[in-house]
């Protein structure tokens, strides 16, 4: 009874045959899957150019207006001005300004309908999830449970959560979905009057992005168009003359969040094999223990002639 | 303190049986405080569930999770872990010794989660759509809270409650006879399934007090670079064993204390020297762990994140180098102020990723409302509430054989009056008196 770690390993490497194939085929798949997420068919999505935007936020009132949004006028009760994203707000332009002297610059914040959400890999009951064709991250009202999970996975610090009410929302850009489907640009694109953002098929504007900065070499910060691989990729693109981590754009590298984080999470539950394969190990050696605790209580309970306490 | 000072240990202070506390009404003046504290917790939430989580929190769009969340779910589980750590200590390592605290780990786990569970349920916003959770195929499988709703849930709602079973058959055993053919094929079942079910029952909470720590985990570096770790969910499941065997051996040595009952210093010796090993190796992974990131740098720097690490490290591995000792030395204040350090240390830790490591932009700050303390404490008053109860009602506090025949007599000579006292029947002594040998006869 005394040796039971060797017992232990034995037991699990006996019953371990099966379910190490399963295993393996499961780590198999994954290692396909680790070629970067895959891009949707349809994928739409927006490219906006900091260098070239006047800060008049007629997109951020286009945008309240599309989604049947009251204006946010919590600030000072007469201004729709709102601070930051919120439950009102699916889209907000912002100043960075540093104090330094080096260039200024507007940014423009919505969800970035990442190639692989990590809003969506953390959602329980897949309330957010991303469509398949046009890769736009939705949410569905009567599958969130209201755990503000998403308020906390995602980078760029999307949705948002209604604080007030019995029956609250989560609020994030699904990309005019609805306008969309009428054959109208979204809110924001059909108002900008400089056209510092614009609607279209992702590949479009990766191109239009990349002629952009070859056009005007030395315009854009490191020549890049974030977005194109950052994350794993995101469908909303951006251009810009400062530091995309000073517009709340971090450097994510090139795999996605949930790819880099969770690899190992998503490895253990692949297929359910490993846990399947540990709980028969444990049934195992717990039947033995079991047999010999109920013994022992049996033999105690003849001496003190007290009822076994198991 | 004399009581818990003095070494010497007499063979017949063995704990051999699990004993109802006898002697002690349940309701008592603390045990009233306790009740009043629920009742406010449970309007308050009536309140909470009108209003939403606004007007009653301290949340915000930076910081989403406030304590209920943070305080009762993340370290009151992992200190409700026993029946996990405890469980696969005595089960599947065969520490036999750990048997007499079992009854103890699978109660105070059982009350832990099933407060820290409800709490959840509070703290969703729209919890009316937990009903997706019996249609598997709409589980989110890869997402962390998805792991650790449902398996959480699974495992309180199921093998732990089984596990719990055998204390109230046995209560039902010794209250009528007439019950007694019914409970005993009950628990003839009971036993065949057993296996099955304490298997589960290490298995979910290692699951899910592993994906506690991975939730944080896709919150990337907005987490401090000191606890932000691909080992995070180890870290995590290893402090939840550390800190459920201070849990329940702490809680056994204060109840011993209050209640006026014997230690027995083999077990808890025992149960010393595991929680000692384990706290050094999850200090020495955790080290390791910062010093291959290379971010050893950041422990001093000198700002609050530091202190806090500093902290955290001082108490879990001080309460380690107790432990150690008055296992030598057999000091049980020692030990207990071990337990304590450790615990409190480990709880710190549970509580930093989501909180005082957590930064999610320069100015964010949360700090918990009044109505959100309230409540969180009337959710730990109400499982502390059901504790005391369950002890007195209940054999489950661990204790010496004379105790038994102590309570025995207790019933029968100092309260005839009462002729329904659960374990003994007036005039009836419930086992076979002939065949019972007390040793003070
Ligand atoms: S930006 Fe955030 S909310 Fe939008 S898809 Fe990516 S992770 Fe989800
Ligand atoms: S709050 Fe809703 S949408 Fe966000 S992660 Fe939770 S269930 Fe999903
Ligand atoms: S409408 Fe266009 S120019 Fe005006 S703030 Fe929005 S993106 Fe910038």
Not at chain 1, 85 to 109: M, W
Not at chain 1, 135 to 162: E, L, M, N, S
Not at chain 1, 211 to 234: A, C, L
Not at chain 2, 296 to 310: E, I, S, Y
Request: aromatic share 12%; charged share 20%; net charge positive.
């Amino acid at each position: 009874m005394a040796i039971t770690r060797r017992e232990l390993i034995t037991t699990i490497a006996m019953t371990g045959g099966t379910a190490a194939v399963a295993v393996t085929v499961g780590t198999g798949t994954l290692h396909a899957e680790t070629e970067g997420p895959r891009i949707p068919s349809a994928a739409v999505g927006l490219l906006y150019d900091a260098t070239v935007c006047i800060g008049c936020k007629a997109c951020v009132a286009a945008c309240a207006e599309a989604n049947g949004e009251t204006p946010d006028t919590r600030g000072d009760s007469l201004h729709q001005a709102p601070t930051d994203l919120n439950d009102l707000t699916r889209n907000i332009i912002k100043l960075y300004k540093p104090t330094d002297g080096t260039p200024a610059s507007f940014v423009k914040r919505q969800c970035m309908h990442c190639l692989d959400p990590a809003c969506a890999a953390g959602c329980p009951f897949q309330a957010l999830h991303k469509d398949l064709e046009s890769g736009i991250v939705y949410w569905t009202a009567d599958k969130c449970i209201g755990c503000r999970y998403c308020t906390i996975t995602c980078p760029y610090h999307v949705p948002r959560f209604q604080w007030v009410g019995y029956n609250p929302r989560v609020t994030k850009c699904e990309l005019c979905s609805h306008r969309l489907a009428q054959g109208l640009k979204p809110g924001c694109t059909s108002v900008c009057p400089t056209g510092a953002v614009i609607f279209g098929p992702r590949t479009v504007l990766l191109t239009e992005g990349k002629r952009r900065i070859k056009e005007t070499p030395g315009r854009y910060y490191k020549d890049k168009v974030y977005g194109e691989t950052d994350n794993g990729g995101t469908q909303s693109l951006y251009l810009s003359r400062v530091p995309f981590d000073d517009l709340g754009l971090p450097e994510l590298g090139e795999e996605s969040v949930p790819e880099k984080t969770l690899r190992w999470q998503r490895r253990f539950y692949q297929y359910f094999a490993l846990p399947a394969l540990l709980y028969a190990g444990l049934v195992q050696v717990i039947r033995k223990s079991v047999k010999g605790h109920v013994e022992e209580a049996h033999e105690h309970e003849k001496e003190t002639g007290l009822r076994a306490q198991l | 303190m004399s009581a818990i000072t003095t070494s010497q240990f007499k063979t017949e202070d063995r704990w051999e049986r699990a004993v109802p506390v006898f002697g002690f009404p349940v309701v008592t003046r603390f045990f009233l405080v306790l009740m009043a504290l629920t009742l406010v917790a449970l309007v308050l939430t009536g309140y909470r569930e009108l209003a939403g989580l606004g007007p009653v929190s301290g949340m915000n769009d930076a910081f989403g999770w406030g304590i209920w969340k943070t305080f009762n779910v993340m370290v009151l589980t992992a200190l409700g872990s026993g029946a996990f750590a405890v469980g696969i200590a005595a089960w599947v390592f065969r520490r036999k010794k750990l048997h007499a605290l079992m009854r103890m780990a699978l109660l105070t786990s059982f009350l832990a989660y099933a407060s820290g569970l409800l709490l959840l349920g509070i703290d969703a916003g729209r919890p009316w759509n937990f009903y997706w959770i019996v249609f598997p195929w709409k589980w989110n499988m890869h997402s962390p809270l998805a792991e650790v709703a449902i398996c959480m849930s699974i495992y309180a709602m199921i093998p732990l409650a089984v596990e719990n079973l055998p204390p109230v058959l046995e209560r039902l055993w010794y209250f009528d006879s007439r019950l007694r053919p019914g409970v005993e094929k009950m628990e003839k079942h009971l036993h065949s399934v057993f296996p099955y079910v304490i298997a589960l029952a290490y298995l979910l909470p290692g699951m899910h007090q592993s994906s506690l720590g991975a939730l944080m985990l896709l919150a990337g570096e907005r987490v401090h670079p000191l606890w932000q770790s691909p080992f995070l969910p180890l870290l995590y499941v290893w402090a939840a064993c550390f800190m459920s065997f201070g849990c329940v051996a702490g809680c056994t040595m204060l109840c011993c204390l209050v209640w006026k009952r014997a230690m027995d210093m083999d077990v808890l010796d025992e149960a010393a020297r595991i929680t000692c090993g384990l706290i050094y190796g999850w200090a020495a992974l955790r080290l390791l762990d910062i010093a291959f990131r290379e971010q050893l740098g950041t422990a001093f720097h000198f700002d609050r994140f530091a202190g806090v690490f500093w902290l955290e490290m001082l108490m879990i591995v001080g309460g380690g180098y107790l432990l150690q000792r008055s296992v030598r030395t057999h000091e049980r204040d020692k030990m207990f102020m071990g337990y304590v350090l450790s615990s409190v240390g480990g709880m710190i830790y549970r509580f930093s990723p989501t909180t005082l490591a957590f930064r999610p932009n320069p100015q964010a700050l949360y700090f918990p409302a009044t109505i959100e303390v309230l409540v969180s404490l009337g959710f730990i008053a109400m499982g502390v509430a059901g504790f005391l109860f369950a002890v007195k009602k209940f054999a489950i506090l661990p204790g010496p054989l004379y105790l038994w025949h102590d309570m025995a007599s207790y019933f029968r000579f100092r309260r005839p009056y009462i002729r329904w006292t659960g374990y003994f029947k007036y005039g009836f002594f419930g086992e076979d008196e002939e065949l019972t040998n007390n040793p003070h006869e």
